[in-house]
């Protein structure tokens, strides 16, 4: 394969590097350089690496990790199938055997959950972790396997010829112009060089949501009593409803091994329209009555903010381009609670169609758009597409959800009153109350809807 030692070195003469286009003379070259040290960027560059071709792994930050925050999970299956048995020296903070969802009302909770003990076995599912440390673990093994790895180095814009991306000059520890043959984009949720080079448009404000995460620091034993684990067990708990304080939006609580990490977040228009602080809603949350006994004697140690893109399929940029690919946050690949899972599966397709484009010399839109493929061959953009009008229908129905989970609050609070009646007039009184809340018309629209928006 293509070594950056052997048949691409550092450019002494003007050499071709695909059509008509030519790299200056004393000028660096690299087959593949990739923006930004995320997941999606070290697994990208990792694939690559291991083929033995030349890549370059660019990271503004001061290591990788530095500045990425995520919910705190990472799949055990994309991670191991770049490093097998991943789990024996990464990171890792625990084992994720239990995933609840927690409908909140402010005085009550209707929880739904799901144990799977032999998560707690090799090859796991999933484990909680640290980006700051996962992400500086995951780079070093990808070093290991040749990549090179430039950190405190920014990406200042692209480097454009006769119309493809031929290059990127940095600055920071680093200076100059970096020339390649193709460039995989990771830059996170904010693709900078692509809006700036005009490739992109900027994305609206209603395709984003703003997230606030607090790490809780607790004894690891106190932890574990709280929310029933043994040693090594983590838990994973969606919340919903009052959450947000009815907004659109949800939050989560993971368990770390001596912590508890905390987010909520919201649309960001609906915060911009209902002028909310996300640092009040997630401040809110902690004192709803579900949540402040798990975190009771804790001491905050990290608030961060964190924007993520949840506009759906139909918010998804071009990818492709005369020699550059868009991968991971950038690409806009979330779908719900799933973006690190997709971030590394995008990585892994825009490192196997740069390899082909470079055995074939030919970096061209057309032979790049094998990327785009290979995401619609997969499970990534198939779950994508298939719920590409759930975004819509959540901004047509601002309400909907905290309104069904109040109801659902509601209705199992009666179900577990006790009654001087009997249970033939305690169903009609439950029957009753929930049509004059949500009428039969109503109920049955919503329900087209809901059967519309997941088709």
Sequence with gaps: MYSSEKEWPVIQNETKIGYSETVPADKQYWP????????????AAHTVALTGTGVLLLERGPYPGSKNMSGGAVYSLPTR??????WQDAPVERTLVNQQYWLLTENSAVKLGYTGYNFDNPPYNK???MRATFDRWYAAKAEEAGVTLWTGCKADSLILKKG???GVRVSGSREGDIYSGIIILAQGVNPILAEEAGLIRKGAAKNYSLYMK????LPEEVINQRLMLKERQGAVIGL???ATAGLIGAGSLYTFKEHLGINAGVSVRTLAQKKVNIAFILDRLKKNPAIEPLIDGGTV???TAHMIPEGGFNAIPPLVFDGMLIAGDSAGLVNGTHGLNLAMYSGNFAAQTALEALEKKDFSRSTLYRYRERLENSFVLKDMRANRRVPGWFSRNPTLVADYISLINHVSMQVSTVYPISRKEKRRLIRREVLDRQPPGKLLADLVQAIWSSK
Excluded: H, K, N, Q
């Design 214 to 217: 607090e790490m809780i620091a």
């Design 81 to 86: 199938e770049l490093v097998p048995d991943f």
């Design 127 to 129: 484990f909680s972790i």
């Design 32 to 43: 593949v350089v990739v923006i930004g040290a995320g997941v999606a960027g070290i697994t």
């Design 301 to 303: 140690v990290e608030r």
């Design 240 to 242: 919903l409803g009052d």
């Design 164 to 166: 493809r991306i031929t």
